[in-house]
C-alpha cells in the first residue's frame, strides 16, 4: 500500500517562499494532489499533477504562486509556493488516488490515500 509522508513545513513572513516535500513507498501510479486544510475551515484541494507528472492543474488561490511536481524515481512530491499570504496558513496534506491515472483532477472524492500533513504558518 502507498504510504505518505509530509515534511518541510515552517513558520514564515508574508512574500517568503517555502517547498513541501511528500515522500512516498510503496507502488506509484497514481495522480498526486496536495490540499491544505485552515483551522476551523474545511480541506481544500490546490493542485494536482498526473501519474506521469506531465500535466497539472491548479486552484485559482494558489494559481502562479504554487507549483506542484513529482519525482517518480525518487517518489517524491513537491509543491514549491512563492509570495506566501497570512491566507496561505493551514495545514498541509499529500494525497493520492487509489489507482493509477492518467490526467490530474481537482475533485477531491478521487483523493483517498493521505499524508499526516505538515503545518504552514504565515505571518503578517
Known amino acids: 500500500q502507498l504510504q505518505l509522508a509530509e515534511s518541510g513545513g515552517d513558520a514564515v513572513q508574508a512574500g517568503e517562499s517555502l517547498t513541501l516535500t511528500c515522500r512516498a513507498s510503496?507502488?506509484?501510479?497514481?495522480?498526486m494532489a496536495w490540499f491544505r486544510q485552515p483551522p476551523g475551515k474545511e480541506r481544500e484541494i490546490l493542485a494536482s499533477?498526473?501519474?506521469?507528472?506531465?500535466?497539472?492543474m491548479y486552484a485559482d488561490p494558489v494559481k502562479g504562486r504554487f507549483t506542484i511536481s513529482r519525482d517518480n524515481d525518487k517518489k517524491t512530491i513537491y509543491l514549491q509556493m512563492v509570495s506566501l499570504l497570512p491566507e496561505d496558513s493551514a495545514m498541509y496534506f499529500c494525497?493520492?488516488?487509489?489507482?493509477?491515472?492518467?490526467?490530474?483532477?481537482?475533485?477531491?472524492?478521487?483523493?483517498?490515500?493521505w499524508g499526516q500533513g505538515t503545518p504552514v504558518n504565515v505571518s503578517s
Open positions: 494525497a493520492g488516488t487509489t489507482a493509477r491515472c492518467l490526467r490530474p483532477s481537482l475533485t477531491p472524492k478521487w483523493y483517498t490515500l
Open positions: 510503496g507502488v506509484m501510479d497514481n495522480c
Open positions: 499533477i498526473a501519474g506521469s507528472g506531465g500535466s497539472t
